[in-house]
Nanobody
């Protein structure tokens, strides 16, 4: 099985920065896309950013210019650098990884979520 462990969440004032990390471990043959999603209370989970195995990135319009996603394939990790944080960024952030343990079927794996709270 594949496990994802997230870290880096916390409480920060508006305008501050946080860096989220997500490390994948377990039985992994390959990892394809990696990404970050977030969900605020009473709202739908939304894509924040993702990155392909080739390094192509995609960002939600609301975070463009403020957030940066990156990955370290050697360590099976993905990071989300969040700058100029706003109160509306407050949410639980989830890491998602598309991975295969066999080299055949690929499944989506989710991290446990980490709380990001931005105070005004």
């Amino acid at each position: 099985q594949v496990q994802l462990v997230e870290s880096g969440g916390g409480l920060v004032q508006a305008g501050g920065s946080l860096r989220l990390s997500c490390a994948a471990s377990g039985s992994i043959f390959s990892i394809n896309a990696m990404g970050w999603y977030r969900q605020a209370p009473g709202k739908q989970r939304e894509l924040v950013a993702d990155i392909t195995s080739g390094g192509n990135t995609n960002y939600a319009d609301s975070v463009k210019g403020r957030f940066t996603i990156s990955r370290d394939n050697a360590k099976n990790t993905v990071h989300l650098q969040m700058n100029s944080l706003k109160p509306e960024d407050t949410a639980v952030y989830y890491c998602k990884v598309g991975a295969s343990a066999t080299g055949w079927a690929e499944y989506d794996y989710w991290g446990q979520g980490t709380q990001v709270t931005v105070s005004s």
